[in-house]
């Protein structure tokens, strides 16, 4: 089947810090793979997207690569602020019809200044 | 340019019920898929409408139901409540176009909760 596992929350960090959250998937064919933010009380927005292996997507500082041999998608960034703080959400498409999208549980960052 | 609008915002139900929430997409998009985001967990996917048709569904009961108008809106239905269906009910709206991918664009949600 089709499904993502992203690492346990709550992170916590001091602004400035280090973000690594970790995601692997499980599908079949050639999914394109994805990294959503959710602010509070806001819909998902899309952070970043990689459509084949080897790809990597960035967007306000945030990076994530899409590696096929590991299955995995993690999200970084080096150097977060206080406005990031937010849940994250990876996700990946099958590929076959755009809008049936396999969601992780979902991380929530909290940093502090 | 107006996003993926819905309405309610908030609604509060009681078991047994039935409930109706409104999807009004990005201007131009014209497909729109439904999902349920329960508490401290990821969306999960319920359906898609393109053409006024159901074009894919996720692993829920018929008592999820939905429909399309010909300006591209949506209305999510659920009947006979029950208390695990709490949860936001998050709207996405894109454009099917072949060959090409569109992102989705998401609406802030319907909280429900059922009583």
């Known amino acids: 089947g089709n499904s993502v596992t992203q690492m346990e929350g709550p992170v916590t960090l001091s602004e400035e810090a280090f973000l690594t959250i970790n995601c692997t998937y499980t599908?079949?064919?050639?999914?394109?793979l994805f990294w959503y933010v959710q602010y509070p009380g806001e819909g998902l927005q899309l952070l970043l997207k990689a459509t084949k292996a080897d790809d990597k997507g960035s967007n306000k500082g945030f990076e994530a690569t899409y590696r096929k041999e590991t299955t995995s998608f993690h999200l970084e960034k080096g150097s977060v602020q206080v406005s990031d703080s937010a849940v994250y959400f990876c996700a990946l498409d099958r590929g076959s019809t755009l809008g049936r999208l396999y969601f992780g549980r979902g991380t929530q960052l909290t940093v502090w200044p | 340019d107006a996003g993926v609008t819905q309405s309610p915002t908030h609604l509060i139900k009681t078991r047994g019920q039935q409930v109706t929430l409104r999807c009004s997409p990005k201007?131009?998009?014209?497909?729109v898929s439904w999902y349920q985001q329960a508490l401290g967990q990821g969306p999960q996917f319920i359906f898609q409408y393109y053409e006024e048709e159901e074009r894919q569904r996720g692993n829920f009961p018929d008592r999820f139901s939905g429909h399309q108008f010909p300006n591209y809106s949506s209305e999510l239905n659920v009947n006979a409540l029950l208390l695990g269906d709490s949860a936001l009910y998050l709207c996405?709206?894109?454009?099917?176009?072949?060959?090409?991918?569109?992102?989705?664009?998401f609406g802030s949600g319907t909280q429900l909760s059922v009583l």
């Open positions: 996405a709206s894109s454009l099917m176009t072949t060959g090409r991918r569109e992102k989705l664009f």
């Open positions: 599908a079949t064919g050639y999914p394109s």
């Open positions: 201007s131009g998009h014209d497909t």
